[in-house]
């Protein structure tokens, strides 16, 4: 059955201080791996799609990267303002679309 | 604004009252999905239309009930609903191998 796990499933960091979210899956042929970002009280908003391991793709302070087993949301000297929860998603080759459960992330200025 | 747009963006219900839920679409997407997101919890998927035809309804209790009347309207119909059942509902709307764009979603409060 494909899975996503994510971890940690939250993380405080202060303003400044790199770190890495993980998203770890188990898929039957993947088409894609989506990053979200979901602010309190709204939908998720779409950040990046991968398609293929070794791609990565970035977005100011993020960037994510996939290997054939999991994928890294990069936090580049993070602010404030990226408080969020970060989910992640495989789209599996039927077109299957599975969450995984978000990782909490606070940045403390 | 994100081109989906869902209403009420909150609601409170007695476990014996009728309500719907709706979502509106102005990006001429083709697939339209309903999504359950309770705290801590991946998201659960509901439903999905594909040009307005329902593909998938993933064992969801019928006290839940979709439409979907044209390419750009959603609704989810809730009777009899369970306290249980609180959570936030999410609308989404996708084309082919791009992310999805979800609407704010509507925070429901079965009491």
């Known amino acids: 059955e494909d899975q996503v796990t994510q971890s940690p499933e939250a993380l405080r960091l202060q303003e400044g201080e790199s770190s890495s979210l993980n998203c770890s899956y188990t898929?039957?042929?993947?088409?894609?791996l989506f990053w979200y970002r979901q602010d309190p009280g709204k939908g998720p908003e779409f950040l990046f799609t991968?398609?293929?391991a070794g791609e990565e793709k970035e977005k100011e302070r993020l960037k994510a990267t996939l290997t054939k087993k999991e994928s890294f949301l990069h936090i580049t000297a993070p602010k404030p303002e990226d408080s969020a929860t970060y989910l992640c998603?495989?789209?599996?080759?039927?077109?299957?679309?599975?969450f995984g459960a978000g990782t909490r992330l606070t940045v403390k200025p | 604004e994100t081109g989906v747009t869902q209403t009420p963006r909150h609601l409170v219900m007695g476990m014996t009252n009728k309500k719907s839920l709706k979502c509106e679409q102005h990006?001429?997407?083709?697939?339209m999905y309903w999504y359950k997101q309770s705290a801590k919890k991946p998201l659960e998927l509901m439903f999905v239309?594909?040009?307005?035809?329902?593909?998938e309804n993933n064992s969801v209790p019928s006290r839940f009930s979709p439409e979907c009347p044209n390419s750009s309207h959603l609704f989810l119909h809730l009777h009899t609903l369970q306290p249980e059942d609180s959570a936030l509902y999410l609308c989404?709307?996708?084309?082919?191998?791009?992310?999805?764009?979800f609407g704010s979603g509507t925070r429901l409060t079965v009491v």
């Open positions: 989404a709307i996708s084309r082919t191998n791009y992310g999805y764009t």
């Open positions: 898929v039957s042929g993947l088409r894609g």
């Open positions: 991968l398609y293929s």
């Open positions: 998603a495989v789209q599996a080759n039927n077109n299957d679309m599975r």
């Open positions: 990006l001429g997407h083709n697939a």
């Open positions: 239309y594909n040009f307005k035809e329902q593909t």
